[in-house]
Every structure is written in C-alpha cells, then in structure tokens.
C-alpha cells in the first residue's frame, strides 16, 4: 500500500466516523500529492477561512507518518477550495508588487501561516524589483512585507 492510498484510508475512515459522506479522487501535481474531497458538506468541511482544512490535513499527515515515517506530505483539499485561495493569493500578491513597483512604497500583507507566506514569496522570487519579506516575530501568523529590491 502506498503513502497516497493509506491517507485515502485514513481520511475516509475520519470522515466517515464523523458521518460526512465524500468521493475522494487522487492527483498528483506541482504542490506535491493531493486527496481532493468531493462532498456536498464543502462548508463544514472547509471551514472558517479553511481552519477545518488546515487541521483535517495536518491530522492526516500526522497520522500517516506515525505509520509510515518517510512518508511524503499529503495535500488535502474540499472542492478545490485551497487551489482556487491560493490561486488569489498569487494574483493579489502580483497585484501589491505592481503598486510597490509604480509607488516604490512598501506594502504589509495580512498576516498569514508559513504555508501561504512561502507562497507570496515563491511568487515574487524571480522578480527584478520587488522583494518579500516576512516579519520577524514569534508568531505563528507573520506579516508579509513587500518593498522594493535595493539596487532596482
């Protein structure tokens, strides 16, 4: 069985003991390997802001690599909810580095987790003009700041 099938497992049992009936389909893309939920409970799935996501999948990975220890980290997703934020995330984080670019001015970001401020800076890491940078606080939701490269 491999570390893809037994998250399979692992979520649908989950689920199943939490009584939501889902389709879950497996793909495997640029974000790494993904367990896409097809449900007509999205909402409660998803989430607050994708809070109920973001806990079902670290219970996943958590409970995978108890089992398996070189296991690769699962992706979870409801209804392409987490694609499409992120897909957001990198036209408004395009959008910010436009402003920074015709104001020269920093711009803050919300703040936000380690796993969308490595997004904001994945998009802005072969700009010539605009950098990234994120607070630095102990925090857990940092702010993202974006300025102007020096020398640009």
């Known amino acids: 069985m491999t570390a893809l099938d037994h998250a399979r497992q692992i979520l649908d049992t989950m689920l199943g003991y939490l009584g939501f009936t889902v389709q879950i389909e497996e793909s495997e893309g640029p974000e790494g390997l993904t367990l896409q939920i097809l449900t007509e409970d999205a909402d409660a799935l998803i989430g607050r802001r994708g809070e109920t996501l973001d806990d079902m999948q670290y219970l996943v990975n958590r409970i995978l690599v108890r089992h398996i220890t070189d296991a690769p980290r699962i992706r979870v997703d409801v209804e392409y909810y987490r694609s499409m934020r992120e897909d957001k995330l990198v036209q408004y984080v395009r959008e910010m580095a436009d402003r920074v670019r015709a104001t020269g001015k ?18 802005l890491v072969n700009d010539p003009e605009v950098i990234s940078a994120s607070e630095d606080t102990r925090a857990r939701f940092k702010r993202v700041i974006l300025k102007k490269r020096p020398n640009s």
Request: aromatic share 12%; net charge positive.
């Open 106 to 123: 920093s711009v803050p970001l919300q703040p936000m987790n380690s796993y969308y401020r490595r997004i904001v800076h994945n998009t």
